[in-house]
């Protein structure tokens, strides 16, 4: 079973920046996506930005400009918050993605909240 902590979250004014990391406790070296998914009170959770091992990041249309995802050590991502505004008020969660028989098999962790404070 593949473990997935994250870290970082807290409390930050309007137009502050914050950085969250997510590790995955996975032990081979075979092909993965790591994404952040956010999810607002009231709201359907929602992809923030993924990035697969190969390097190839995607970004929620909200995210484009002001968040970047990062994956600098093998099972181990970043996400890079600028400019943050009340909207972005949510529970961050980090999810790792790999293949089983060619089957995607996905490991969540429990999210780290995020109060973007006016």
């Known amino acids: 079973q593949v473990q997935v902590v994250e870290s970082g979250g807290g409390l930050v004014q309007v137009g502050e920046s914050l950085e969250l990391s997510c590790e995955a406790s996975?032990?081979?070296?075979?092909?993965?996506?790591m994404a952040w998914y956010r999810q607002a009170p009231g709201k359907l959770r929602e992809l923030v930005a993924s990035?697969?091992?190969?390097?190839?990041a995607l970004y929620g249309d909200f995210a484009k400009g002001r968040f970047s995802i990062s994956n600098p050590y093998i099972h181990f991502v970043y996400l890079r918050m600028n400019s943050l505004k009340p909207d972005d008020t949510a529970v961050y969660y980090c999810?790792?993605?790999?293949?089983?028989?060619?089957?995607?098999?996905?490991?969540w962790g429990k999210g780290t909240l995020v109060t973007v404070s006016s």
């Open positions: 999810k790792f993605q790999t293949w089983v028989r060619s089957v995607a098999v996905d490991y």
């Open positions: 996975e032990s081979s070296a075979s092909p993965y996506t």
């Open positions: 990035i697969t091992s190969a390097g190839t």
